[in-house]
């Protein structure tokens, strides 16, 4: 079995025009850069993308922004974008503020084959509007469905040629989930191995999540936040 | 009066051994400065860890070693790493035992509002809406008033609500309050320097005042 392409370009071939895209990755941490790179090559647009955040003006998403690639944002946290918002203001991007817990299950429920799910967050405010509500031994849950995405996007840190993957440190965040639950899952890898290199107990994502893999390269791993202490 | 310091550092206090804590954003990032060394706390931070240690030395920054603020940060020895859902599951869980963030209002039956300054600021909710709506202990620590000195303590929160009915303390640079199940902010404790009249005067929801209240002790 191998899932092997050759490349970003090749990844991305078959995504078109609006389409809904799940993109991995919390702050700029864990991005799959080389993917977002391709699809801004590839110019293809009216997209609904389903991240936690926006990236920044000129990393991430905020690239794909910058081309007016995306029509839709579903998100959780997009301040550190300023296109993002100046669009957002603007009424030119749609945009749907998840609670982050509720953005992450709602990904783990399409993975896990459920419909729906029941979650408190959101519960008395603005995010609960048009939504059931139900109670369950005593406490108030709304109920939010599951996300229906044509492909899912994510960075590992390494991955084989059955689609195993292996995250590192936070750089797993989103990635992990989203792996799981595209029609099709996109995976970049910084080191593709064969099959048996990995450890199976030590494997973050199955391989029957993953449809197709490749290596990774030039990965700027930007940091958003430089934040040092002084040795004494 | 407090600074943002004295406040991070009052909170501490509430913090106890074998707690599981999340830091909201702000001061209360700065509360993991102040807890005791004697006792034995464990950070959680919602983009995937337990076991959030200091920020590294210069030159041994991570970019895969973020918190919840995208700073960089270390691990401790015993740290785990999990992802976004299992994160967001054992904060909905009730296993994160203490929740400590800013806010921009609180009610005096313990909604708060947040996230949002509608046509201004809306930059979106983070993981701020999970952790109100899960946590049993959830502190705020906040200024006591806005930019142009109006009380963020109030009968009715008139901003975006992050949550209904969830706070259960407050922390300002003049006091310590409770926020009573029947409605209402107890006061615990004054700042150093800070009378019942300045509290008084700062605050426009109902304020409880019983007795002698003590001066905070820091």
Same mark, same amino acid.
Request: charge should be negative; aromatic fraction near 6%; hydrophobic fraction near 45%.
């Given at each position: ?63 794909m922004l910058k081309q007016r690639q995306v029509k839709k944002m579903i998100s959780s946290y997009v301040g550190e974008n300023a296109e993002f918002e100046r669009q957002l203001l603007s009424g030119e991007l749609e945009v749907e503020l998840v609670p982050q817990g509720t953005l992450a299950t709602r990904c783990m429920a399409a993975g896990y ?120 | ?89 054992? %904060?909905?869980?009730? $296993?994160?035992?203490? /929740?400590? =963030? *800013?806010?921009?209002? &609180?009610?005096?039956? #313990? ?52 949550? %209904?009915?969830?706070? $259960?303390?407050?922390? /300002?640079? =003049? *006091?310590?309050?409770? &926020?009573?199940?029947? #409605? ?35």
């Amino acid at each position: 079995m191998n899932k092997v392409v050759n490349n970003a370009d090749e990844a991305i071939n078959d995504i078109k025009d609006g389409m809904t895209l799940m993109l991995g990755g919390f702050g700029l941490c864990g991005l799959p850069e080389n993917c977002i790179a391709a699809l801004v090559k590839k110019g293809v647009k009216e997209l609904t993308c389903i991240s936690n955040n926006a990236g920044v003006d000129d990393f991430g998403i905020g690239l794909m922004l910058k081309q007016r690639q995306v029509k839709k944002m579903i998100s959780s946290y997009v301040g550190e974008n300023a296109e993002f918002e100046r669009q957002l203001l603007s009424g030119e991007l749609e945009v749907e503020l998840v609670p982050q817990g509720t953005l992450a299950t709602r990904c783990m429920a399409a993975g896990y084959g459920m419909p729906a799910i029941f979650t408190p967050a959101g519960i008395g405010t603005e995010v609960a509007i048009g939504k059931e509500i139900r109670n369950f031994n005593g406490k108030d849950y709304l109920m939010e469905m599951a996300f229906d995405a044509d492909f899912a996007i994510v960075k590992a840190w390494k991955g084989d040629s059955m689609g195993n993957l292996v995250y590192r440190a936070t750089a797993r965040n989103f990635n992990a989930v989203m792996a799981m639950a595209g029609k099709i899952t996109i995976a970049e890898v910084e080191e593709l191995v064969k099959p048996g290199e990995l450890d199976p107990d030590h494997i973050h994502t199955p391989g029957i999540y993953v449809h197709r893999i490749f290596q990774g390269k030039n990965y700027e791993k930007r940091i958003e936040q430089r934040t040092v202490r002084k040795r004494i | 009066m407090l600074d943002k310091e004295g406040i991070a550092k009052r909170i501490a206090k509430e913090i106890k051994d074998g707690y599981y804590v999340n830091l909201g954003i702000g001061i209360p990032t700065l509360v993991a400065n102040y807890i005791p060394h004697e006792i034995d706390v464990v950070l959680q931070s919602e983009n995937g860890m337990l076991g959030m240690g200091p920020f590294p030395f210069e030159g041994e920054e991570d970019a895969d070693v973020i918190n919840a603020g995208k700073q960089t940060i270390t691990m401790l020895p015993g740290s785990a790493i999990f992802d976004s859902a299992m994160s967001f599951g054992m %904060i909905r869980a009730k $296993k994160v035992n203490l /929740t400590i =963030l *800013g806010a921009m209002e &609180v009610s005096e039956n #313990g909604d708060i509002a947040s996230w949002k300054i509608p046509g201004k600021m809306v930059k979106g909710m983070g993981g701020a809406m999970d952790l109100v709506a899960s946590a049993e202990n959830i502190i705020v620590a906040m200024q006591h008033t806005n930019k142009a000195g109006e009380s963020k303590l109030l009968p009715k929160c008139m901003l975006p609500l992050t949550g %209904i009915n969830c706070v $259960k303390k407050i922390v /300002t640079e =003049l *006091g310590v309050f409770d &926020v009573l199940p029947e #409605g209402g902010f107890k006061l615990l404790e004054r700042a150093p320097g800070v009378s019942v009249k300045d509290i008084k005067k700062a605050t426009a929801g109902k304020l409880i005042i019983e007795g002698e209240i003590p001066e905070m002790i820091i």
